[in-house]
């Protein structure tokens, strides 16, 4: 099962909006509505940002959206802080009960 | 509240096992999935498998197959993640992460556990 694809990178200015994009197939992300997305900061664990394409955990902020269309699910930042540098991973339940992670987008804040 | 607890770093010889453990605390461990998941140093985050805490149920990534095996304690609210037949490629940081109901993401997430590889 190969990767989903994300930029490899996206940067914005404090309290803009930027998109980051994950690329699948129709047996994944076009498949399912189990996509998630997590942040890791720097030496930490990941965190879950957004589940089931569009659903924000209890506890994290509403400048996190999630969106999909066809086979490329987007996580949106609204209102971007220096606390939301970190990197962004998507991950999409894929056939047989398994799982797959995207490339990885590092968000940088200018 | 829900905490996941892993055991400490190791260090392996190529050809050898490690056998990481997470112990979970503040749910019923039961009733929900654990999954594993791997990250090299500077790499996107590799899914491994998962168990079902009650059922003992395993699915495994076929990247991993015939040297990956996960288990549960119930008593102990264990999990057990043992991978052979170890290189150097296996050097990574070895987490486990509670499924939330509903295939709703992976939530929380233990602190990790680094193995390295090495003569």
């Known amino acids: 099962q190969s990767a989903l694809t994300q930029p490899a990178s996206v940067s914005g200015s404090p309290g803009q909006s930027i998109t980051i994009s994950c690329t699948g197939t129709?047996?994944?992300?076009?498949?399912?509505?189990?996509v998630s997305w997590y942040q890791q900061q720097p030496h930490k664990a990941p965190k879950l940002m957004i589940y089931?394409?569009?659903n924000r955990p209890s506890g994290v902020s509403s400048r996190f959206s999630g969106s999909k269309s066809g086979n490329t699910a987007s996580l949106t930042i609204s209102g971007l802080q220096a606390e939301d540098e970190a990197d962004y991973y998507c991950?999409?339940?894929?056939?047989?009960?398994?799982?797959?992670f995207g490339t990885g987008t590092k968000v940088t804040v200018l | 509240q829900v905490q996941l607890v892993q055991s400490g770093a190791e260090v392996k010889k190529p050809g050898a096992s490690v056998k990481v453990s997470c112990e979970a605390s503040?749910?019923?461990?039961?009733?929900?999935?654990m999954q594993w998941v791997r990250q090299a140093p500077g790499q996107r985050p590799e899914w491994m498998g998962w168990?079902?805490?009650?059922?003992?149920?395993?699915q495994y990534s076929q990247s991993f197959q015939g040297r990956l095996t996960i288990t549960r304690d119930t008593a102990a609210r264990i999990a057990y993640m043992e991978l052979g037949s170890l290189t150097s490629e296996d050097t990574a940081l070895y987490y486990c992460?509670?499924?939330?109901?509903?295939?709703?993401?992976?939530?929380?997430w233990g602190q990790g556990t680094l193995v390295t590889v090495s003569s």
């Open positions: 992460a509670r499924e939330k109901a509903g295939d709703a993401g992976f939530d929380p």
């Open positions: 503040g749910y019923t461990f039961t009733s929900y999935v």
């Open positions: 168990i079902f805490g009650d059922s003992g149920n395993t």
């Open positions: 129709s047996s994944d992300v076009g498949a399912y509505k189990y």
């Open positions: 089931h394409v569009s």
């Open positions: 991950s999409s339940h894929i056939p047989s009960s398994t799982y797959v």
